[in-house]
């Protein structure tokens, strides 16, 4: 059974420019998360979507949206670029919208903003 | 708020065992535990939900306190395959499902032959 999936693997940008990062969940799975990895920092949670439905954001700001597809893909949209959104992006998905559902993750985008 | 993670870095020769700890000051509501290696995705190793409880495969185990408020994942007779970096992600005891694990920093472990 194939797991997360996410395109592209490497994305390079300018300063204020957009970026957009797109997640195939495990087949089944209905929610996906996204998170921020920054080198040398931990995982920062960034959304969750349920069904097609923003659930929960993380402390982003508003220029980092998404959004999840009928077939429950997920793109993840950063606009006006800045250096400091550099970092690896990943993103999970899980059978359902609980607490106790595992999130399997994707190998993640990693994004640089020159 | 971000548990605590420690120790922050561990080098093992195979064989050895190694504890790695995730503190709340706060109640948690689930632990879910990842092994991440260089360049790959984190890999879900065990999830705990209930105080006092303790499970594990193979030679990974991981318990949750009485008061949930920390839990350890005990890695015994290191194989090399170990090496990573651990990270506890936590669900406070709160009032819904939000979806959202809060990770710990990250405990590198990097055991040598």
């Known amino acids: 059974e194939a797991g997360v999936t996410q395109s592209p693997t490497h994305l390079i940008k300018t300063r204020g420019q957009q970026a957009t990062l797109r997640c195939s969940p495990i087949s089944g799975h209905t929610s996906v998360y996204w998170y921020q990895q920054a080198l040398g920092l931990g995982l920062q949670f960034l959304l969750w979507?349920?069904?097609?439905?923003?659930?929960n954001r993380g402390n982003f700001p508003p220029r980092f949206s998404g959004r999840q597809f009928p077939n429950y893909s997920s793109e993840l949209n950063v606009n006006a670029l800045e250096l400091e959104d550099s970092a690896l992006y990943l993103c999970?998905?899980?059978?359902?919208?609980?607490?106790?559902?595992?999130?399997?993750f994707g190998p993640g985008t990693r994004l640089t903003v020159l | 708020q971000q548990p605590v993670q420690s120790p922050q870095a561990v080098i093992l020769r195979e064989g050895e065992d190694a504890v790695i700890n995730c503190s709340s000051s706060k109640a948690l509501y689930s632990v879910h535990w990842y092994r991440q290696k260089h360049g790959e995705a984190p890999v879900f190793l065990m999830i705990?939900?209930?105080?006092?409880e303790q499970k594990g495969h193979d030679k990974i185990s991981a318990s949750f306190n009485e008061k949930k408020q920390q839990s350890s994942l005990y890695l015994t007779a290191s194989q090399l395959s170990y090496s990573g970096t651990y990270f506890c992600g936590t669900e406070k005891t709160s009032s819904g499902n939000t979806g959202k694990l809060i990770f710990g920093q990250g405990t590198t472990l990097q055991v040598k032959p």
């Open positions: 979507y349920d069904e097609g439905e923003e659930r």
């Open positions: 999970a998905s899980s059978l359902g919208g609980h607490s106790t559902d595992t999130q399997y």
């Open positions: 705990l939900l209930k105080g006092g």
